[in-house]
Structures are given as structure tokens and as C-alpha cells.
């Protein structure tokens, strides 16, 4: 298939639902092969039914992206059915929620290691081969929870903020062999976890309320921005976390001018 992809080969993490699904999907429909990766291994061997059945090139993989043996077999397997890496989207990712008090020290351990060490080994093992071939284009899923100081999710908000900085620090390491490595904080998307939190109205209404465009993003509208990150249309952008969340941070919690403020913030 041509398209922005054509002659690229990509690995898509948590590829067996929501965000990384649509992300597989997209990836395979603008000419790239695909490794569709999920710890849910039928999940990505449905997603893979469904990128051929649209005329495109794709292979499921069973993974654990937090454990180190997993994550090298995963790009092993790439660089054998494929002949390289052009891409590496590490995608999947867990939340538990809870304050510092109610969390137990597993959920702190299970939460890292699936959202950051994930990264870290993807790294690890795709960037050699990159190195090989001149260049290659990482992409990690972060959060907008990452950028501010959400409550209720903490071990979630620290690794998603861990997300970006080691972003950061990859891309300085490896942008001299051409390797270019960004983030994507995504705001609220109605992937299956969130539809299952927004079953709950003041859920819903509170995270409509937040999203500055008046309703909650779609696992494609982060599709779009990876196939852009992962493209060459993207060749000078690197280290960077972009903010794809539907005008929410860019909003004030007080609202308009003139609208009712809290005391002490009232102009003049
Ligand atoms: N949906 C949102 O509102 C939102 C917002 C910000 C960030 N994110 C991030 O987007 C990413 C995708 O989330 P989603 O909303 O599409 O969720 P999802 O549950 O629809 O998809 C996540 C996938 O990751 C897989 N996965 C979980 N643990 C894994 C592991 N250890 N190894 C391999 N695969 C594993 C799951 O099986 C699942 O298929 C996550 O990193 C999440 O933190 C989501």
C-alpha cells in the first residue's frame, strides 16, 4: 500500500485495543508492515484479521512489554519477519488508581514497569538495529496526566510524567544516529477503560466540561498524530511531548473574564 508509511516497518505496543489499535490499523493503511504486539495475544491477532482484511501487512505478537526477555523476543521477531525497524510505538500501558496511602507497593512496581521500563526496553533493543539501518522514529504514549499534578492516580501520573523526561533523554542520546524520539499526551480518549470509568454521569460530565471542544477524544485523533510522528513529515521534530487533548490544558480553571472569580483573583 502507499502512503505515508510505504517501505516502513513498525511495531505497535498494546496494538490489541484502543489507542494502539486504531494506531495499528492507521499505520498498516498508510503502507507500513506491522508487528501488532499485546500482552492479550488474541486481542492482536484480531487486529491483524482486520488490517489484512483491509489489503494490509501485519503479524501478531504476544508480549509483556514490562519484562526484559519479552521486549527483546518482540524486536527479535520484527527484525526476522521483516528485515528491520523503522518504528516503535511504545504504546501499552496501565493505571491503579489511588493516593500515596491507599496504593500498595506492587501496584507502584506493576504501574512503572509496564509504563516506563516498557520504554526503556523498547529502547534497549530497537535502537541498535535503528542504528544499523541510519535512522528510525520512537513514539511513546504518555498523558496529559503527566504534565500536572492529577490526584487520585499517582503512581500513574509520576511514570507518565517518567514518560516524557526519558523521551527527552532518548532523543538527545540517539538523535546523532538519526533516531528520532517524541511523546503523545493524549487527554481523556473513549478507548474501553474510559468508556468504562464514563459509565458513571458526573465522570462524563466533568470530563466533557474539561476538554475545551465540549466532548472526549477518539483513539483515531492519536492514530493521526503517531502516523505523523512515526512519517518523515515529521523529520525535524524530536524530544518532544505534544499535547493532543482537545484544548484542556491550554483552558484556565477560572473560567472566562467575567466570570465569577474566587476572591483575591477578582480584577482590580
Ligand atoms: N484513553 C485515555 O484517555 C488515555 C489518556 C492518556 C494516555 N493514555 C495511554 O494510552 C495508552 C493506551 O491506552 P488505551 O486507553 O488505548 O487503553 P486500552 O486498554 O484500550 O489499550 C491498552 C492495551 O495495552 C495492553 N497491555 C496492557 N498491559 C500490557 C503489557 N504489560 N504488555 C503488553 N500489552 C499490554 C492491553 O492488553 C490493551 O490491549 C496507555 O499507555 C494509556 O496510559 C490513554
Redesign the pocket.
Known amino acids: 500500500m502507499a502512503g505515508l508509511l510505504s517501505n516502513k516497518v513498525a511495531v505497535v ?10 494506531s495499528a490499523l492507521r499505520f498498516a493503511a498508510e503502507g507500513a508492515q506491522v508487528v501488532v ?4 495475544g488474541h ?1 492482536a491477532e484480531q487486529i491483524c484479521a482486520d488490517i489484512q482484511d483491509h489489503g494490509g501487512d501485519a503479524v501478531p505478537f504476544a ?5 526484559d526477555n ?1 521486549v527483546a523476543d518482540m524486536i527479535a521477531f520484527c527484525v526476522e519477519k521483516f528485515g528491520r525497524i523503522d518504528v516503535l510505538f511504545n ?5 491503579r488508581p489511588g493516593t500515596a496511602v491507599d496504593l500498595s507497593v506492587e501496584d507502584w512496581d506493576l504501574v512503572m ?3 516506563v521500563r ?1 520504554v526503556f526496553l523498547g529502547a534497549k533493543y530497537a535502537v541498535p538495529h535503528m542504528q544499523k539501518q541510519g535512522g528510525g522514529s520512537i513514539i511513546n ?5 503527566g504534565l500536572h499534578g492529577d490526584g487520585g492516580a499517582v503512581v ?1 501520573a509520576a511514570s ?1 510524567a517518567a514518560v516524557i523526561n526519558l523521551t527527552r533523554a532518548l532523543s538527545t542520546d540517539h538523535a546523532p544516529a538519526g533516531i528520532r524520539v517524541n511523546a ?11 468508556q468504562r470509568m464514563m459509565v458513571d454521569p458526573a465522570a462524563l460530565a466533568a470530563n466533557l466540561q474539561a476538554h475545551a471542544l465540549g466532548r ?2 477518539r ?1 483515531e485523533e ?1 492514530a493521526n498524530v503517531a502516523v505523523w510522528l512515526a512519517s518523515d513529515e515529521a523529520s525535524f521534530i524530536s524530544g518532544e511531548a505534544i499535547v493532543v487533548d482537545g484544548g484542556l490544558r491550554a483552558r484556565s480553571p477560572l473560567g472566562k473574564i467575567g466570570d465569577p472569580r474566587p476572591i483575591g483573583m477578582r480584577p482590580g
Do not use: F, H, M, W
Not at 505496543?13 to 486504531?22: E, M, N, R, W
Not at 504486539?37 to 492479550?40: P, S, T
Not at 504504546?91 to 493505571?95: E, H, Q, Y
Not at 503523545?184 to 474510559?194: F, N, R, S, Y
Open positions: 505496543t498494546g496494538a490489541g485495543s484502543g489507542i494502539g489499535a486504531a504486539a499485546d500482552i492479550r486481542k508480549v509483556n512489554v514490562a519484562q519479552s504504546n501499552a500501558g496501565t493505571l514497569a509496564v509504563n516498557s504514549t504518555a498523558s496529559i496526566s500513574y507518565k503523545i499526551c493524549p487527554g481523556t480518549i473513549e478507548t474501553p477503560p474510559v472526549l477524544g483513539p492519536i
